[in-house]
């Protein structure tokens, strides 16, 4: 009886005490602490995430643009702990490579220009910024 | 290290955090005090759930960033700056809110649409409920799900960056409600999910109630709030159904006429083989 009044109590601080550890996780609390290269969440508000990794000038250059990845809730079956932001950038990237004139079967924009015209193969041939207007 | 040694970790790290915290409460507050932590198809449960970390997570939220850029498309630009004006906390009201409505219903219809429940019956499938079954779902159910959840965020343009602790609360707590868990916490079921409510959604019957998974509120607004003072008989369904992880991943997505035809033709070579060795 003594026994379980000692377990009980431990058993729920114990509970309560990881659930909230999970949420001090994902929302980036711990990132000081945990993670060296990238911050876990986005912490500006226009999607940045915290670089502090050595990158070639391409990946900075890729990096510096705005990602439109999107915090996601979830349905009840899928809590995960690993960040997707670092899944899902380089998947869309990697078949909008693969696939770059895919964006046009709908109306709508789904990269910003920048990245747009990155994608674009001619643009990788040719530098059109650099081509004078007649 | 590699993509796929990251995910491993990932995996490995989230399976022993979720023992760490379920675990305990499972032995400690047991809703089915026979329930071993080994039960009957845990392995098909933990299949499940490396095969959300390792597959399909990266394909669902794939499909939903793919979906979310589509909708910054369509949405009038003046309706996005129409909600902008409005505070931030009445936009995290309204995206709760609406959120919840459209899970509501969504997973009411998930249970009444025989298209719907072929797949989300592979979550019902689960005839013991715990932290583990929570994670029985088909990828096609999660983006379903995950999409109906996120819709008015879409069409707002909310970033939920600003809800973040709320995300990962609902999260986990979502994974709780499944749990073999029975914690009475008083009044406070009426604003939060728990899992003697939750259980009940599981019980055999196909349209047992409870369909809210965070906050049962929408149940008792459209009178489909159950909560006997005992936990159910019986999980599961009625209906046949694979115990395998491919033959349920499979099932939902064949024809009903080929996996009949499918079912033939491995009976029939069983028995032959049958014939053969006797």
Request: hydrophobic content about 45%.
């Amino acid at each position: 009886m003594k026994y379980a009044k000692i377990i009980k109590p431990l058993t729920l601080m114990m509970f309560f005490c990881l659930v909230a550890v999970f949420i001090i996780y994902r929302t980036g609390g711990l990132n000081k602490y945990i993670l060296k290269k990238e911050a876990a969440m986005q912490t500006s508000p226009n999607g940045g995430t915290l670089k502090t990794a050595k990158l070639d000038s391409l990946l900075k250059l890729r990096k510096s643009i705005p990602p439109k990845k999107k915090h996601i809730l979830y349905s009840s079956k899928s809590a995960i702990m690993v960040d997707e932001s670092q899944i899902i950038p380089d998947s869309l990237e990697k078949s909008y490579r693969l696939t770059p004139y895919r964006r046009h079967y709908d109306s709508t924009q789904i990269f910003y220009p920048l990245r747009q015209r990155k994608l674009m193969p001619d643009t990788t041939k040719k530098d059109t910024l650099k081509i004078k207007k007649p | 290290m590699t993509r796929i040694a990251e995910l491993l970790l990932a995996a490995a790290i989230s399976i022993i955090f979720l023992l760490l915290v379920f675990v305990p409460m499972e032995k400690v507050f047991p809703a089915k005090k026979g329930q071993k932590i080994f039960r009957r198809h845990w392995v098909l449960d933990l299949c499940y759930l490396l095969g959300q970390y390792l597959l399909w997570s990266g394909l669902v939220l794939w499909v939903l960033n793919y979906f979310s850029f589509w909708m910054d498309g369509l949405v009038p630009a003046k309706f996005r700056a129409l909600v902008k004006s409005q505070p931030v906390w009445l936009q995290a009201v309204e995206v709760l809110f609406f959120s919840d409505l459209l899970i509501y219903w969504g997973h009411r219809l998930q249970h009444k649409v025989d298209f719907l429940w072929r797949f989300h019956k592979v979550h019902h499938s689960s005839e013991h409920l715990d932290w583990l079954a929570a994670h029985r779902e088909h990828p096609l159910d999660s983006i379903y799900t995950i999409g109906l959840i996120n819709l008015p965020a879409f069409v707002m343009g909310f970033q939920l960056e600003a809800l973040a602790a709320i995300v990962a609360f609902r999260g986990i707590w979502d994974i709780y409600i499944h749990s073999n868990v029975r914690l009475p916490i008083g009044p406070l079921k009426m604003l939060i999910g728990s899992p003697e409510l939750h259980h009940w959604h599981h019980d055999i019957e196909r349209d047992a109630g409870n369909y809210a998974n965070i906050s049962p509120i929408m149940d008792k607004l459209f009178g489909t709030y159950v909560c006997p003072p005992q936990e159910p008989e019986q999980y599961g369904i009625k209906e046949d159904f694979p115990k395998t992880y491919v033959g349920q991943m499979l099932k939902p997505v064949v024809p009903g006429w080929l996996w009949k035809k499918l079912g033939e033709k491995r009976k029939a070579g069983t028995s032959t083989k049958i014939e053969i060795s006797s």
